[in-house]
């Protein structure tokens, strides 16, 4: 069976890699051709996690056993076949390929073809230049630090007396007979 994995990035509006690939092959298999699609260092350490339908990490398939004390099983992705995890269309990964920024890109299976085989990974579309595989970490932190003031500056215009009430207190507006009659159990 092969699969069809299409990749994108939250960073690059029109960057896109659809990556086909052996069932059979392995998750270091999947890491290694993404990153001859988009031209990234193979020595990084990286992770796959396997996602629910709203990007929520779960079961994570690491590069390296990192000695976790977990109880939780670890996958190394050199011995992890993708068919031990992908089984549906529309299954949802995360390859993690920055872990001090946790910069990742974003990985559906759109379909498999069942009955046939592929002995090495293809990347059968390539649109966009890839983020950078290394980001300078002031100029991220500088971003992180606009991006969060004009959030912050976007809220603070939004809320107003509406929202939150009027300013002044209002003794009235406080009914403390509703306490009396409440219980609460221990």
């Not at 996958?75 to 299954?91: N, V």
């Not at 946790?102 to 009955?115: Q, T």
């Not at 293809?122 to 300078?136: D, H, K, R, T």
Request: glycine letters at 6%; hydrophobic letters at 40%; proline letters at 2%.
């Amino acid at each position: 069976m092969i699969f069809n994995f299409r990749i994108v990035s939250d960073e690059v509006d029109n960057f896109k890699r659809e990556i086909q690939i052996d069932a059979d092959a392995t998750f270091l298999d999947l890491r290694n051709a993404i990153c001859d699609s988009v031209g990234y260092d193979k020595g990084q350490f990286s992770s796959f996690f396997l996602c629910d339908d709203g990007w929520e990490r779960g079961q994570e398939i690491c590069l390296e056993d990192m000695g976790s004390d977990s109880s939780q099983d670890v996958y190394l992705m050199e011995d992890t076949p993708l068919s031990d995890f992908i089984e549906d269309e529309g299954q949802r990964l995360v390859w993690v390929f920055d872990y001090m920024t946790d910069r990742s890109f974003f990985i559906e299976m759109k379909r498999s073809v069942p009955g046939k085989s592929l002995k090495d990974p293809l990347c059968s579309i390539s649109m966009g230049e890839a983020p950078s595989q290394f980001v300078n970490l002031d100029d991220f932190d500088a971003q992180i630090d606009a991006k969060a003031a004009a959030h912050a500056a976007a809220q603070a215009t939004d809320l107003d007396d509406d929202f939150y009430g009027s300013s002044e207190y209002n003794e009235d507006e406080f009914d403390a007979a509703g306490f009396d009659e409440m219980t609460f159990d221990e």
